[in-house]
Every structure is written in structure tokens, then in C-alpha cells.
């Protein structure tokens, strides 16, 4: 029932075979990947003007010139990433980059970072996204939690549909909002050319005096217009061939379009005295003014509410690989490194929803509470991202490096100051958080790798004991007439004590390994044969990824062989020194006894190895 409700709720399971048509095209990779950054223009202007107002309404005006120094640093961020781009054509992300021209911690705190960027970029998405619709119908605001649980589990089963399904759906959103924007610029800019003013004008009274401290807190809170630029870089092979090419087109077309809107929004929020309030967002304000409470004013707010959600799937997209990444790295739980049936990386999915709905519950749903620490991590890991390339420059100094130097050095610098203003002007309002959070999430991926390596040693075998290969000779006994089949997941010394227990209870023992297309299929075979030569090991191909079905097959062919006799299935399991380390590893064992354990002949049998 599960597998059926499963199956029409996400689609068939798709081969191995179809993954390279799974990539999207320039068009759907802009939906995809830049929504976030599109996104934020709803709410970018309104965070300068709520730092301004502070000094009162006459320094209002400040906003233009400030909106021109942050288009001034998203390009700035924008070349940096095309460099990175042209550097590493198949993995631009902060992580690598770090880890490779940084060392290990500072590729940490880059994936730490990452990791807050894109749980947060969900929260601020969705909570922005439900702030517009309330905005337009105020009896919707008892439900702001309910109604941003509900968008994320929307976007969870979206996405966990495949990439190329989620790249169509997005498409007509992103671009419907884009043509939204410009419209209510083109709109508000006639509006006022004939002499339009504002009825009410508000008076502000100042609560702070001008200055530059000032100044740049508006500077750094409408920084947050920047957010998701780093996306394509991180999602690079997500395009199809040629895939950097196509990601550099798509970087610049996504920093081209956000710079006009951004500019655009700020300078009409300026010459209409746009006040923010509590109750309604700065955008459904200007909105209101130019347009009225028509047809145009809710085809405008029901854009950004989808863009503003969809935006989000940024996160979708990128949240997963990364996780996969460090998964393969042994940074996060090995999980996170699988396939599911729609050839994305479902686990992932999975976590990102259950991270993004905690502070959506804990904080209410609000974006201004969200949004200062969401900003953090974006900017920490434009900062590592840009100091690596550097590093690589500078290590590699190929034709043209002095010139990708200076502006990967620039695009650092610009962003640590940025980074810096950030961190001492919010801290007290919830910056300090991440200041914590970031280091203990560097601690957490650290730990996880040492217990890998841990079990690792602990079931691997040494060099001495490889040139002995007759310990691991197995007595059998002649008086049983009884079958035994092994799972395969790895050679090591769980799987050779599993084999050692077969071979007591069976004259006829089999290896099955289940190849999913996460190990190298001749390494297994090698290893098996310089180990356990005696005994046949049977690789099944797995094109859909799933471990129950090829075995289910097999046993059941393997029965017709062997009629009238009980079959031993045999999985080996190795028991962690904590109950917690079991989180980290798979509970494929559970599984498979639910899926075999069905006939009266078949005995399912678990052999423990106790990791010291």
C-alpha cells in the first residue's frame, strides 16, 4: 500500500540510464537555480528601509545610492563566481573550493554555512512568500505557521517528483514574476512622470542619529538581495553540456535581470515615500499605490507569492548535492549519498523540510526575525569561496591569473566587510546564533568523519593479515544439506564473519552484493576474490537503486535450484559502540527481513559484529 501511494504521489522509479536527460536547459536552470535571487527583491528594499527609518523619514532618500552600492557589489560577486565557474567547470561550489585552496576547517565552515544558508533560504522564502498573501487577504494572518508547513510539504513532494518535473513546474512562475516586476516599474515610473503624489505622506520621527555605523547596517540588510547568487555555482551539473558555459549564461542573465529589478524597486519605493510597516510588505504597498486594489494588484502579489515560495527550491536543488558531497566525504550521514527512485537525492529532501519547518514553528513565521541570520551564512560562504579562489590563482598561475586574482580578492573583501557589519549590528538580535551554531555544525561533520574512520579501521583488515589469507578459511559441514545465502554490501570483517557462519551451518554458500552504483563493482570483486576465492559472489545490477527487489528475484530463482530446502539469508550487521552512532548508517537489515521473511522454507538470519 505505501509503494502505491508512494508511486502515485512521486512517479515511477526512473533507471540509472536516464540520469544525463534529467538536466535541465538555460531556461529551466533559471527558474531552478535563480529564484531565490529574483526572489528577494521583494523584501531587499524593504530591509535598507527599515534600518533607515530609524534616522526618520527625510534620510529615506539614502536608499537609491545605497541600492546602487549593493548592484555595484553583486557585480562584483557575480564576476568572482564566473571565475570560479571557468576554474572548476564541474563543481563550483564553496565547499570544494575551500577545502581544496583552504584546507579541511575552512571547507567546513563553508559547508556549515551552506548548510544555514539553504535551510534558512527556505524558511525567509516560504515566510516572505505567506507574508505576501497575507498582505493581500489579512484574515489569513492566525494561519501564517499552518499555511508555511503546508507550502513546504508542497514543495517536498515537488521536488522529490525529479529535477526535470520540479524545472517545468517553476518555469512558468519565475518568469511570470519577472515580467511582474518590470511591469509594475514601467507602470510606476508613468505613474509618476505625469505628477502622481502620495495622499498620505508618513512623518517618521528620528530614533537615531545619521551616521556610518547606521549606514551600513542598511547597507548589509539590504545585502540580503543577494542571496542565492552562489546557487549556480553550486548546482553547475544540474545544466546540461557544455555545463559550465551554460551556468556562467545563466549567472550572468540571473545578476543582469535581479540588478534592474532591485534598482527599480528601490527608486519607485523612494519617489512614492514608501513607509514599511508590520502589517503589509513594502512591495504590496507600492503596488497599491500604482495599481490600486484591482486585478493588477493581486496578479502582482500572487506572482511573488509563488516566486517568493518557489524560491525555495533553490535550497531543493542545491541542499541535497551538497549533502551528497559530504556524505561521500564521510562529513554527514551516508544516507545523504543515495539516489532515491526520481534520480534525486531524497534523504536530503527529506532533512532539508524537517531543518526549514523548525524555525518557521519556533520563530512564527516571521522574515524579519529569519532574515539577519539568514544573510550570515550567504556571506560567509561568498568570503571562503572567494579567498580559495585566490589561492587557486595563485597556486596555478595559469595565462590571465593576476587579473582572476584581484577580482576574486575584491569580491572577498567587499563580502567580509559585509559579512563583518552584519555580524556586530545583529548580533544581539539573533546573529549570535549562527556565531555558535556554525563551529558546533564544523564539530558535528568532524565527529561524524572520525566515526567513519573509525569503523573503517575497525572492520577493515591489515597488510599481515591479507599475505595470511588461510585465517579466514571457513569449516563446513558435510552432514547438513542446507543452502546459505550472504548479502554483500562491502568486504570487511562483519561480511567475512558472516561467511565464516555460513559455512558451519551450510554445504552450499552463495555472495550476493546488490550493485546500486555507489561502489566500484570490480574493487568488490577483487577484493573478494584475494579474500573469499572459494566462495562465488553474484553481482547484481540494480538500475532503479533499490536493494529489496534484485534480491527478491534472485532468492526466488535460487529457490527453484533448491526445492524442498530451507535457505539461511544471511545479512551481515555491525553493532556500534553508542545507539546513536546508528542514525549514521543504513537500516537496510529491517528491510530486508520485512521483504523475505514470507514463506515457511526461508530463515532470515542477522550476524552481528560488535565494533570495539
Not at 189 to 209: A, C, D, F, K, R
Not at 405 to 428: C, D, E, P, Q, Y
Request: net charge positive; with cysteine.
Amino acid at each position: 500500500m505505501l509503494a502505491k501511494i508512494k508511486r502515485k504521489l512521486l512517479g515511477k522509479a526512473l533507471p540509472n540510464s536516464v540520469y544525463v536527460h534529467q538536466r535541465l536547459s538555460n531556461a529551466s536552470g533559471l527558474a531552478v537555480l535563480s529564484s531565490a535571487a529574483l526572489s528577494s527583491v521583494a523584501y531587499g528594499t524593504e530591509e535598507i528601509l527599515q534600518v533607515l527609518i530609524l534616522g526618520g523619514t527625510g534620510i529615506s532618500t539614502l536608499s537609491l545610492p545605497i541600492a546602487l552600492a549593493i548592484v555595484l557589489l553583486l557585480g562584483i560577486v557575480t564576476l568572482s563566481y564566473c571565475q570560479t565557474l571557468r576554474a572548476y567547470p564541474h563543481d563550483g561550489g564553496a565547499y570544494t573550493v575551500a577545502t581544496e585552496n583552504l584546507g579541511l576547517y575552512p571547507g567546513l565552515v563553508a559547508a556549515a554555512a551552506l548548510i544555514v544558508d539553504y535551510v534558512l533560504n527556505v524558511t525567509v522564502s516560504i515566510a516572505a512568500g505567506t507574508a505576501a498573501l497575507t498582505s493581500a487577504v489579512p484574515a489569513l494572518q492566525p494561519l501564517t505557521v499552518p499555511l508555511c508547513l503546508l507550502f513546504v510539504l508542497l514543495l517536498m513532494l515537488a521536488n522529490l517528483r525529479g529535477l526535470k518535473e520540479s524545472g517545468k513546474l517553476f518555469m512558468a512562475p519565475t518568469y511570470t514574476f519577472i515580467v511582474s516586476i518590470f511591469g509594475l516599474i514601467l507602470a510606476g515610473l508613468i505613474h509618476h512622470s505625469i505628477g502622481y503624489s502620495v495622499p498620505n505622506y508618513s512623518v517618521v520621527p528620528t530614533q537615531e542619529s545619521l551616521g556610518i555605523f547606521l549606514i551600513l547596517r542598511a547597507f548589509s540588510a539590504g545585502c540580503t538581495a543577494m542571496t542565492g547568487v552562489e546557487a549556480i555555482s553550486n548546482g553547475v551539473t544540474i545544466f546540461k553540456a557544455p555545463e559550465s558555459k551554460n551556468a556562467r549564461l545563466v549567472m550572468l542573465t540571473m545578476s543582469s535581470i535581479l540588478g534592474v529589478m532591485f534598482l527599480g524597486i528601490t527608486y519607485l519605493a523612494q519617489v512614492y515615500h514608501v513607509v514599511p510597516n508590520a502589517k503589509e510588505t513594502v512591495l504590496s504597498i507600492l503596488n497599491r499605490d500604482i495599481f490600486g486594489s484591482g486585478f493588477a494588484y493581486y496578479f502582482i502579489q500572487a506572482s511573488t507569492l509563488l516566486i517568493l515560495i518557489l524560491a525555495a527550491n533553490t535550497s531543493y536543488s542545491d541542499f541535497p548535492r551538497l549533502s551528497s558531497l559530504l556524505a561521500k566525504d564521510s562529513f554527514m550521514p551516508r544516507q545523504l549519498s543515495f539516489l532515491g527512485d526520481r534520480l534525486v537525492f531524497s534523504n536530503g529532501i527529506l532533512l532539508l523540510s524537517f531543518l526549514a519547518s523548525m524555525p518557521l514553528i519556533l520563530l512564527q513565521g516571521s522574515v524579519n526575525s529569519i532574515i539577519s541570520l539568514y544573510a550570515v551564512g550567504v556571506f560567509t560562504s561568498f568570503t571562503l569561496s572567494q579567498l580559495g579562489m585566490v589561492r587557486h590563482w595563485h597556486k596555478e598561475r595559469s595565462r590571465g591569473w593576476f587579473i582572476s586574482a584581484v577580482i576574486n580578492g575584491v569580491g572577498s573583501v567587499a563580502t567580509l566587510v559585509v559579512l563583518v557589519t552584519i555580524v556586530v549590528s545583529k548580533f544581539r538580535a539573533g546573529v549570535w546564533v549562527l556565531v555558535i551554531g556554525i563551529p558546533l555544525i564544523v564539530y558535528l561533520c568532524s565527529a561524524i568523519h572520525q566515526h567513519y574512520r573509525y569503523v573503517s579501521k575497525q572492520l577493515g583488515f591489515t597488510r599481515t593479515e591479507l599475505a595470511h589469507r588461510s585465517r579466514f578459511s571457513h569449516v563446513r559441514r558435510k552432514n547438513i544439506i542446507h543452502p546459505a545465502i550472504v548479502l554483500i554490501d562491502r568486504v570487511h570483517r562483519g561480511t567475512i564473519s558472516a561467511v565464516k557462519y555460513a559455512s558451519t551451518i551450510a554445504n552450499e554458500v552463495v555472495a550476493v552484493h546488490i550493485d546500486i552504483g555507489s561502489i566500484d563493482r570490480e574493487l568488490i570483486n577483487c577484493q573478494w576474490q584475494e579474500l573469499e576465492g572459494d566462495i562465488p559472489l553474484v553481482i547484481l545490477d540494480s538500475p532503479y537503486r533499490s536493494i529489496v527487489s534484485p534480491l527478491i528475484d534472485f532468492v526466488d530463482e535460487y529457490e527453484l535450484k533448491h526445492p524442498n530446502a530451507f535457505i539461511t539469508i544471511i545479512i551481515p550487521s555491525f553493532v556500534p559502540r553508542h545507539w546513536w552512532e546508528k542514525l549514521l548508517h543504513n537500516q537496510t537489515t529491517y528491510f530486508i527481513d520485512a521483504a523475505l521473511n514470507n514463506k515457511p522454507n526461508r530463515i532470515i538470519t542477522t550476524v552481528h559484529y560488535y565494533l570495539r
